[in-house]
Every structure is written in structure tokens, then in C-alpha cells.
Nanobody
Framework: QEQLVESGGGSVQAGGSLTLSCAASGYTARSYCMGWFRQAPGKERDRGASITTDGSTASADSVKARFTISRDNAKNTLFLQMNSLKPEDTAMYYC??????????????????WGQGTQVTVSS
């Protein structure tokens, strides 16, 4: 059974950095699109960044140049390096996979596997 387990969230001051990890099991992570989404209280779930099977990445304008998504194929693990964090980055961050699809979508409803989420809190 496919499973995604996130780790690496926490509390940090504005300007700081965090790295999120997502360990995939039950399938080969590089075979499908994967992404990081985030959801703040009262807001819709938005894509932070995603990566296709050929390694092409896309990210939201709000995090571009600050967040980097990457994948370690040997470890079957997805990462999100977050730099220059801002209070508005505070949210629950979710790892997601779009099993059956090589290419990604910015719409969270197109993803069919989700991790449990990890909280990121950025204080000013």
C-alpha cells in the first residue's frame, strides 16, 4: 500500500530555514508526479512546489526563489528546502503524489495520495 510520511516541520523565526522530508513507500517515487502543498487555517490548500518524473519543477510565485523541491531516488524521498521563511508561510505542509501520472497539476484535487502533514510555524 502506498504511503507518504512527512517530517521536518517545526517553529522558526522569520528569515530562517527548514527542510521538509517525505518518505514514500509502496511505490517508486520517481515514477510519478509528487508535490508539496500547504494549508493555513481557513484557507484553501495551495501548491508550494511539484516535481515531474523527468525532474522538472514548478512552484507558486509566493515561494519561488525561496523554496526548492528535490527528490532522492535512491532513498525514495521527496524534500522541500525552505529558505527566507516569512510569517505568511505558516501552514500545515502536506506531501502528495499523483499516482498514475508523470506530470503535475497545481490543483490539489488531482493528487490521490497524501501524507499526514507537518506543521510549519514562522514567527516575526
Amino acid at each position: 500500500q502506498e504511503q507518504l510520511v512527512e517530517s521536518g516541520g517545526g517553529s522558526v523565526q522569520a528569515g530562517g530555514s527548514l527542510t521538509l522530508s517525505c518518505a514514500a513507500s509502496g511505490y517508486t517515487a520517481r515514477s510519478y508526479c509528487m508535490g508539496w502543498f500547504r494549508q493555513a487555517p481557513g484557507k484553501e490548500r495551495d501548491r508550494g512546489a511539484s516535481i515531474t518524473t523527468d525532474g522538472s519543477t514548478a512552484s507558486a510565485d509566493s515561494v519561488k526563489a525561496r523554496f526548492t523541491i528535490s527528490r532522492d531516488n535512491a532513498k525514495n524521498t521527496l524534500f522541500l528546502q525552505m529558505n527566507s521563511l516569512k510569517p505568511e508561510d505558516t501552514a500545515m505542509y502536506y506531501c502528495a503524489a499523483r499516482l498514475g501520472y508523470r506530470y503535475c497539476s497545481s490543483d490539489y484535487r488531482q493528487y490521490n495520495r497524501w501524507g499526514q502533514g507537518t506543521q510549519v510555524t514562522v514567527s516575526s
